[in-house]
């Protein structure tokens, strides 16, 4: 299932990018900003997780001992949290500010830092807008919409949009169809690392 997962990701990254270049006005996505990645749940299936973790035993030893100590101390604090609670925390796979598994992340993390709608219609936005980053210069919180006066007030020709790319749909679309792509079970990545 790998193999059409990894078959998948090419597919799905171009389409990801394409919507960066095309909200790339809207986007203040740098290295070493990593506020993406510092609070979450950040839900994998099975595939993706499995994918994330080659990445992982192709690191360094050194990275993956800090990895290993992240999730060690995160598998901790998840022992005695209040499991009818989301449990948001930073991702274990980062490091120094860089995301240690880049290559392998999952599609969650290829979607941070563009707005989107998920499977209900809601907009989702990236949590950086409220500092200032992505799409703050045209985002109405009261309304919570990409907001068209905001917008013609930027003088910025391209619209900013926002695009399917709730868990539904990426995990569910007409290339996973084509390629019978099976992703397996979905938890949140907290989940899948107390069995590591
Ligand atoms: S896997 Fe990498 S990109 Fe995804 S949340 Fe973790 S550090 Fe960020």
Known sequence: ???????????????????FENQKPYIFCKEGCSACCKTGE???TQVEMQYLMLGFHQLPT??????????????ERYATANKEESFMHECPFLVDDKCSVYDFRGLICRTHGLAFYDANGKL?????????????????????ILCGDRWAATGIEQEPVSFNLSRKFLLNNEATKYLELDFGEEKAMIGWLVDI
């Open 1 to 19: 299932m790998l193999t059409k997962y990894v078959e998948y990701l090419y597919t799905i990254q171009k389409k990801i990018d394409g919507f």
């Open 42 to 44: 950040y839900p994998f």
């Open 62 to 75: 050194e990275t993956k001992l800090k990895v290993l100590a992240k999730i060690n101390e995160l598998k």
């Open 124 to 144: 989702r936005v990236p949590s950086c807008i409220h500092e200032g980053l992505n799409y703050s210069n045209v985002f109405d919180p009261e309304k919570n």
